[in-house]
């Protein structure tokens, strides 16, 4: 079975700091992703990365950036954490024209 | 950038009854797939549908690529069906996969 596990289930972190949010996948996908889940917005993209130190922009990359130094780890940090990046982080991985499988999520609160 | 709308947003059942889920998007897309995502927020991928109909037990999906739109239906559900489904698209010419907006699902006893 395909494995993504994210660092994290629960984090909680002060205003200003740098986050780390760190994935892990075991089934040598070439993609992999970031989203963020709010309740009425539904799951919106915030980067992506089809290789090893590839990536693009999703549609809400204002904040945040990734990390993919190696084909099985994919990070997202926020430089500077507010409490706006108050939310659920989704992370999954696919290969090129296959199916997606996601982690178990971060719940991340900026206090 | 692609739009991707699902219906009904909200679904109220009891156990025993079908349903379907509808998925449109705005353009023309690689594959589509759907997810279920249950109470405790895991997002679990049910299909990966492409074009034409698959099934797995109760559930099973269809994609017509030509007029844009899946659907997903749901036979005789029961409550451990309850959550939230999502269709997801992936642009063409991109790896982007982009998310609808969801069909939130209860099934009562």
């Known amino acids: 079975d395909v494995k993504v596990t994210q660092s994290s289930r629960y984090l909680v972190k002060r205003t200003g700091e740098k986050v780390f949010l760190e994935c892990v996948q075991d089934?040598?996908?070439?993609?992999m992703f970031w989203y963020r889940q709010d309740p009425g917005l539904g799951l919106r993209l915030i980067y992506f990365s089809y290789d090893v130190k590839m990536k693009e922009k999703g549609d809400i990359p204002e904040g945040y950036s990734v990390s993919r130094e190696k084909k099985e780890r994919f990070s997202l940090i926020l430089e500077s954490a507010s409490t706006n990046q108050t939310s659920m982080y989704l992370c999954?991985?696919?290969?090129?024209?296959?199916?997606?499988?996601f982690g178990q999520g971060t719940r991340l609160t900026v206090v | 950038g692609i739009q991707v709308e699902q219906s009904p947003p909200d679904l109220i059942l009891q156990e025993g009854a079908n349903s379907t889920l509808r998925c449109n998007f705005s353009d023309s897309v690689n594959n589509l797939q759907w997810f279920h995502q249950n109470p405790w927020g895991q997002l679990i991928n049910l299909f990966y549908i492409p074009s034409g109909t698959k099934q797995n037990g109760r559930l099973s999906a269809t994609t017509v690529a030509t007029e844009r739109y899946s659907l997903l239906y749901i036979s005789s559900s029961q409550t451990t069906d309850s959550g939230v489904y999502f269709c997801?698209?992936?642009?063409?010419?991109?790896?982007?996969?982009?998310f609808g907006t969801g069909t939130r699902l209860q099934v009562f006893p």
């Open positions: 999954a991985s696919s290969p090129q024209q296959g199916r997606a499988f």
């Open positions: 089934m040598d996908h070439e993609n």
């Open positions: 997801a698209v992936e642009e063409n010419n991109t790896d982007k996969l982009i």
